[in-house]
């Protein structure tokens, strides 16, 4: 990495920390996932900044975002967008849908239907929306956090384990630190108003580099053992897939970027494999996923 990456995603993630107080762990998760060219799974209560961190990411990064709040009444279009009859060309216009943001926050999710989850859960795969027999594609710099309320269950359509997969983590923020929200009562919730502190172009150079990390033949064999122990556990009815192995070899990359490294160490490993996991092993009924995963992991890894 260049003295310039290095000073640039410092920049970046302290300027994050200032719009979301306490949680520079999830901030470093949360950025990973974007660099890595991933999409993020918040599964948390309402109220403990989950729009925060994706404005705070936006605006820090200079990029332009949209906020869906999925209803059960939403369709397809609603989000990918339509085509329109124009009488001034006398022909169909597509109108673009808040998909084509750089930065989307899916809110609550499972709230929406399985057809309206499937088309957006498919333009995040391909990166791309298809209308009228055209394509048209999905910004270069682009991530989709959606949101889960994991209390809620009335009128909700959980995602099917196929669509969960899509997600490269799945994080969760939890309360802040008495500090910080003392901090809130003093001085209010207001996101700040950032400057972006990065260009486009170096964003790129930033999601570019991401995919150049070196990674071990020792560190390679870490994840492999990881991903089969997922699939030969007992309690496990179905483990990690190959799109949930790359997973975490692309995040275990994008965590050694934030830690200014141009190479995986075994912690990186550590820090991502949780959330890498905890949204894509399919369990027994009646087992503590929290608790299985986290098993899992200290068995193989010790």
């Keep these: 990495m260049s003295r310039q990456q290095t000073e640039i995603i410092q920049t970046i993630l302290d300027t994050i920390n200032q719009g979301l107080l306490d949680k520079p762990f999830e901030i470093r998760l ?3 996932s974007f660099l890595a060219g991933g999409h993020l799974l918040i599964q948390d209560i309402p109220g403990v900044g989950k729009t925060t961190l994706a404005l705070s990411m936006a605006r820090t990064l200079g990029l332009d975002f949209a906020r869906i709040q999925m209803t059960s009444d939403m369709l397809p279009g609603d989000v990918l967008g339509v085509s329109m009859f124009d009488p001034g060309i006398n022909e169909f216009r597509f109108h673009p849908g808040p998909i084509f943001h750089s930065i989307v926050l899916a809110d ?3 709230r929406s239907s ?3 989850q ?4 498919e333009a995040m795969a391909e990166k791309q929306v298809s209308a009228d027999g055209r394509t048209y594609p999905l910004p270069e710099a682009f ?6 309320n994991p209390l809620e269950e009335h009128g909700v359509n959980p995602l099917p384990d196929s669509q969960m997969d899509r997600f490269m983590m799945s994080i969760t923020l939890g309360y802040p630190g008495p500090g910080s929200e003392k901090d809130m009562l003093t001085r209010g919730l207001a996101v700040p108003d950032f400057e972006a502190v990065v260009s486009k172009e170096e964003i790129v150079s930033l999601r570019q580099s991401c995919t150049g990390v070196f990674i071990s033949d020792e560190i390679a064999l870490m994840i492999l053992e990881l991903t089969h122990a997922t699939r030969d ?3 496990v009815r179905t483990g990690l897939s190959p ?3 790359l997973a975490m070899k692309s995040s275990a990359q994008a965590c050694a970027m934030l830690e200014q490294r141009d190479y995986i160490i075994p912690q990186d490993l550590f820090n991502t494999a949780y959330s890498v996991m905890i949204h894509r092993l399919s369990l027994h009924p009646g087992k503590d996923r929290d608790l299985l995963v986290r098993k899992i992991i200290h068995e193989t890894w010790g």
Excluded: D, F, K
């Design 108 to 110: 609550e999710i499972n």
């Design 118 to 121: 499937s088309a957006l859960l």
């Design 30 to 32: 949360a950025l990973a």
């Design 143 to 148: 991530l989709v956090i959606a949101t889960q």
């Design 243 to 245: 799109r949930g192995m």
């Design 114 to 116: 399985p057809r309206t």
């Design 233 to 235: 556990h007992p309690e």
